[in-house]
């Protein structure tokens, strides 16, 4: 892991010690254990007697985070193996007057005190702190070492809310088309006589005689420079294909009917992290790292019949036996650009893989945290 900042302070509290970058600063915070700031990060400490397994808080915490803040995603969770005590890793998004905030919530226990360390940053920023802050995570120590006892089955993980619905004017394709064409051109007249013309005023979206409401100049304005969307393309487990295709505030949501709307592109971001049913997902990876290329096009194709794995890997790989036999969704998501789109899918009750390169006959196929996917989505909506 590339560290872009070296870690030269180590910083105690009665519960951990952590070592972070010198020029981050140490402030007074009544309510906390310890607080630091710098690098656009918070980092907040904050410990409780408590005699409860990892177990009972991690899922007492995963009951309570989304309420804590209206709109607070849940983007990922995982076993956190070097505090030196039972500890969950747990990511979150949540709204906030500036802007969203990208959270990584690590919490373990020693069996007489509950530790709660939190990183927030701007979600601007994600992509471009990531490596310092899990840096500063894994540096982390429990000063009361308590070793895990081994779980055979892992805490039950929330289920997905429901994907967001976008509030617009639903459209006719043809209407969406002609919407763009008045992007930085004046209105041809002939237009109000067209069906997608009136559509389009029937929609409150331009006036009777033609004028344009300063909300629909809004709208169409990421057209005018003719730029191309970031684009998520679906295609369920029934066979139906949905699109989402995001301009800059603008975006066009369905293949025949479509829904137009001015959308912030941190909110993009939430609404192609919940088409994708982005949820934490315990995730671990498959003893096989690539699959037969044709075998792997064709699953992806769908139909009604999808092919078998060879018997041999099957046996020798279970967890991906299981999450081939799943219900898949195909995700496409194409960022303006990028030569080839990022391949996800999402098996229904199994989780996440990633779709890699083809060589030699065998395409790449690895099971991925909903946290890199939701990190995905991050960089093609927001950049890097």
Not at 303 to 328: H, I, M, N, Q, S
Request: glycine share 8%.
């Amino acid at each position: 892991m590339a560290v872009p900042v070296p870690l030269g302070t180590e910083d105690r509290t009665a519960r951990l010690t952590l070592r972070r970058p010198d020029a981050w600063r140490r402030e007074d915070a009544p309510q906390a254990d310890l607080r630091l700031t710098g690098d656009d990060v918070v980092l907040t400490v904050r410990s409780r007697p408590s005699d409860r397994t990892i177990a009972e808080e991690h899922t007492s915490l995963l009951e309570r985070l989304p309420g804590s803040v209206e709109g607070l995603l849940l983007v990922g969770v995982d076993v956190w193996t070097v505090a030196g005590a039972p500890a969950r890793l747990v990511e979150y998004v949540r709204p906030d007057e500036d802007g969203a905030v990208a959270g990584a919530h690590l919490v373990f226990v020693t069996g007489r005190h509950r530790v709660d360390l939190t990183v927030e940053r701007p979600l601007a920023r994600m992509l471009a702190t990531d490596d310092l802050v899990f840096a500063v995570l894994d540096t982390v120590r429990a000063t009361e070492p308590t070793e895990a006892r081994p779980r055979r089955d892992l805490e039950t993980l929330p289920d997905a809310p429901a994907a967001a619905e976008l509030d617009g004017p639903r459209l006719t394709a043809e209407a969406v088309s002609t919407l763009r064409s008045l992007a930085g051109r004046r209105w041809n007249p002939g237009l109000l006589r067209s069906p997608a013309g009136r559509e389009l005023i029937d929609a409150g979206l331009v006036g009777r005689l033609g004028t344009l409401p300063e909300a629909t100049q809004s709208l169409i304005g990421p057209w005018a420079e003719d730029t191309q969307p970031t684009t998520l393309e679906q295609r369920l487990p029934d066979g139906s294909e949905s699109r989402l295709q995001a301009w800059d505030g603008t975006v066009v949501d369905g293949t025949d009917d479509q829904v137009v709307a001015a959308v912030p592109p941190e909110r993009v971001v939430a609404v192609m992290a919940g088409r994708l049913g982005i949820r934490p997902v315990w995730t671990f990876p498959f003893r096989t790292g690539s699959v037969r290329a044709d075998l792997v096009a064709r699953r992806l194709d769908g139909g009604d019949t999808a092919p078998d794995l060879p018997a041999d890997v099957a046996e020798g790989d279970p967890r991906l036996a299981r999450f081939w036999a799943a219900p898949w969704t195909v995700a496409h998501l194409r960022r303006p650009g990028a030569q080839h789109p990022v391949t996800i899918v999402h098996a229904e009750g199994q989780g996440f893989a990633r779709v890699g390169r083809t060589e030699a006959g065998a395409t790449a196929f690895s099971a991925d945290a909903p946290a890199n996917v939701f990190r995905s989505v991050v960089r093609a909506v927001l950049g890097a």
